[in-house]
């Protein structure tokens, strides 16, 4: 069926439509042949409970690779009669370029489930791969080789007092070989520049605004061009003008670089940048609700 359709895009016919547009026409058509059986399939998945993750459209399915998967994630603190369970049975995908917001009460283990995704805490049960590489039981190394291709943005800036800006972002440069000072300053000025931070690359961070902070710390973040962004409340200490306007840069640059973002906030007003908006509630996935397909 779809090979009879395909071949009417006989070379003569999409002689002047480029390779991109040819592609995207036959996805289109694809999707329109499949989607009788991909109606149905949606509806025996949304019969499922609401822990499975969001079932991606078909494009998304055809075109994009999962950079997070996470299956039945549990996570507790402390020992003995003092363990207290944090995390329960999570399982989601984070596609390629996907923004995807975090909400929750307080306590509910957004920060857990973001430092495990980061590799910043040892998976103690469940399967959870970032870019392909399985964290359970992963060792220090494969940890930190996973490390190098996520940005991590904080509430608070995470600054060095006594770096300038320019050479706060080139630190983040420091990981990779085979790039000169001079490359790491130039690549560093330019990322500045496109957070509207040009006219402040000498400056400390004790003289900026908690905005102008949070700028650099998202030209930290992206300057080495990772595949994944975590960004937990970034704008949480910041008015809602700056607020919205860190995050726009933060959409802006991770979309120009193909990457995806998880961004845990509380702030309702930013909601509308995501692709898909989770929800936990008591360590549990209870919501995993798309805004855009
Ligand atoms: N290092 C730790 N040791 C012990 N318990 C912890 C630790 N970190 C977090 N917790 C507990 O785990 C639970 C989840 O914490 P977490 O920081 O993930 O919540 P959160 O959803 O990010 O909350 P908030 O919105 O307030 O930042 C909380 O009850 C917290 O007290
Ligand atoms: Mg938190």
């Known amino acids: 069926m779809v ?5 009417e895009l006989t070379p ?24 009788p059986f991909f109606i149905i399939f949606s ?10 993750p969001t ?7 055809l075109l994009m690779k999962p950079v997070v998967t996470v299956r039945n994630l549990n996570h507790a603190f402390g020992k003995g009669e003092l363990r207290k369970p ?16 975090l909400t929750g009460p307080s306590g509910s283990g957004k920060t857990t489930l973001l430092t495990l995704i980061g590799a910043l805490r040892s998976i103690q049960s469940g399967s959870l791969k970032v870019l392909g590489q399985e964290l359970y039981g992963a060792r220090k190394k494969q940890l930190v080789e996973v490390r190098r291709h996520i940005g991590f943005i904080f509430q608070a800036h995470n600054l060095l007092g006594s770096l300038t800006a320019q050479q706060n972002v080139g630190m983040s440069l420091r990981l990779q070989q085979n790039i000169s000072v001079a490359e790491r300053s130039a690549k ?25 902070k949070q700028r650099i710390a998202i030209a930290r973040a992206l300057v080495s061009e990772p595949q994944l962004l975590l960004a937990d409340e970034p704008t949480a200490a910041l008015d809602s003008k700056s607020g ?28 509308d940048i995501a692709d898909r908006i989770l929800h936990m509630e008591d360590g549990c996935l209870a919501r995993d609700t798309a805004l855009r397909s």
């Not at 802006?252 to 973002?261: D, N, S, T, V, Y």
Request: net charge negative.
């Open 86 to 101: 944090v995390l329960s049975d999570v399982s989601l995908d984070i596609y390629q370029g996907e923004i995807v917001i």
């Open 43 to 52: 509806h025996w998945y949304d019969s499922f409970p609401p822990t499975l």
């Open 188 to 212: 560093s000025a330019s990322i500045l520049a496109a957070v509207g931070m040009s006219d402040r690359l000498d400056y400390y961070p004790e003289n900026l605004s908690g905005g102008q």
């Open 244 to 271: 919205r306007d860190v995050v726009e840069i933060m959409q802006q640059l991770a979309q120009e670089q193909g990457c995806a973002i998880l961004l845990v906030t509380h702030d309702n007003r930013i909601l």
């Open 55 to 61: 079932l991606p459209t078909l494009p998304t399915l």
């Open 12 to 35: 003569k016919s999409c002689r002047s439509l480029d390779f991109g547009l040819e592609i995207s026409l036959r996805v289109h058509i694809l999707e329109i042949h499949l989607s």
């Open 3 to 7: 090979t009879e359709r395909s071949t």
